[in-house]
């Protein structure tokens, strides 16, 4: 890196010229950011409760303003009573990386010598990726599929090519005709299809779903990160943060947030997604462990077919893996989720599930992936 150029941490001074340069990197606009992007940026990596001095965001700097950005912030946890510094990295972006083309790479260099003992990433595309293995960092495998399990196959085909096609929503009523037919006629659930979910899916009679508000979800994440080997350690203002942006991804929809009870009232696990009716609906998270996941699962799917999804969209994890093969979901890689740390020990332990990771611990919880600012 020449003089001319150099990384170094975030300041509140640089807010304004990230938020343009996210607007015009990761949202592909040229527009003037919307303030409340900048207000959010600046929460989020300078002042509020994920953001650490000690593990700092990082800019790109050459002699014509701030051309590169990393995200980071701070989640710590707990492992045996040891305090595990923790620091998830995200929106990496470069502009004009002509002019040094190793950029990007220098910039994931300089979070990855960072003064964490973990670091992690679930959005990590090919480009980061590759760059991720060369710096010595690991791919959390089964953290690292998207989930689809297609509801109504006519209206996902139909919303599919309404996003290269103009005037595809024509076809609609032929597409519902086509769903009612193949629904009605998975009326078993030994009948069930990839392709389809038979009507009269149902959760278990001796179940029950309660929907909840995003302040009593915040219990049902303490509880359910709590009982992982590796802990999340939350702050009060952390879970204040997590519930105020789950209400903030309009790109995706509705909030919903489900919690699966037994009838004698014991949890057994929760949803949350976003949905719009005639399109897929976006899960953000599922707590449930191995032995509840498959019914959560269920009840999950269940509820969003009733809105009127065409098909539901998730993030694997070790709890979900076998439960989604099981309901034929469809699994693909749209972007990683890795680690890199100096404990290998604890990297393993991470890497066969011992901590809770993707969702509502690392990136997508928050309003830079599904939000509009608006």
Not at 33 to 54: N, T
Not at 209 to 226: A, C, G, K, M
Request: with cysteine.
């Amino acid at each position: 890196m020449t003089n001319a150029a150099h990384i170094r941490p975030l300041a509140a001074a640089d807010i304004a010229a990230v938020a343009h340069l996210f607007q015009r990197q990761l949202r592909r606009s040229q527009r003037v950011p919307p303030p409340a992007l900048s207000r959010y940026l600046e929460q989020l990596f300078v002042s509020g409760p994920f953001a650490s001095a000690a593990m700092p965001s990082l800019v790109y700097e050459r002699e014509t303003g701030i051309a590169g950005f990393i995200g980071v912030t701070s989640q710590p946890m707990q492992v045996e009573g040891r305090d595990l510094k923790v620091a998830v990295c995200g929106a990496l972006m470069v502009e004009g990386y002509q002019a040094d083309p190793m950029a990007g790479a220098r910039l994931l260099k300089a979070f990855l010598s960072g003064e964490q003992d973990i670091a992690l990433s679930e959005t990590a595309g090919d480009a980061t990726l590759t760059m991720w293995r060369q710096l010595g960092g690991e791919v959390l495998s089964r953290h690292s599929l998207d989930w689809l399990r297609i509801v109504r196959p006519g209206g996902f085909a139909v919303e599919t090519l309404e996003r290269r096609v103009p005037g595809a929503r024509l076809v609609s009523p032929l597409a519902h005709l086509a769903d009612r037919i193949m629904r009605g006629s998975s009326a078993r659930r030994s009948d069930l299809r990839w392709a389809s979910l038979p009507d009269d899916l149902k959760t278990a009679a001796n179940l029950d779903v309660e929907i909840i508000s995003p302040d009593q979800y915040l219990d049902e994440v303490r509880q359910f990160t709590d009982g992982f080997a590796i802990r999340r350690q939350w702050s009060e203002p952390a879970l204040a943060q997590l519930g105020e942006d789950l209400a903030h991804k309009s790109e995706h929809g509705q909030l919903r947030i489900g919690l699966l009870r037994a009838k004698g009232g014991r949890r057994l696990g929760s949803f949350v997604y976003y949905w719009r009716k005639g399109a897929t609906a976006r899960v953000l998270d599922v707590l449930a462990r191995p032995a509840q996941a498959g019914m959560v699962i269920d009840a999950l799917l269940g509820d969003a077919a009733r809105l009127g999804a065409v098909a539901v969209r998730g993030r694997t994890s070790p709890a979900l893996f076998d439960a989604l093969l099981e309901r034929r979901c469809l699994m693909f890689r749209h972007g990683a989720s890795v680690i890199s740390g100096r404990d290998k020990a604890v990297v393993d332990r991470f890497k066969q599930g011992d901590a809770a990771f993707n969702g509502v611990v690392g990136e997508r919880w928050s309003r830079l992936l599904g939000d509009d600012f608006a």
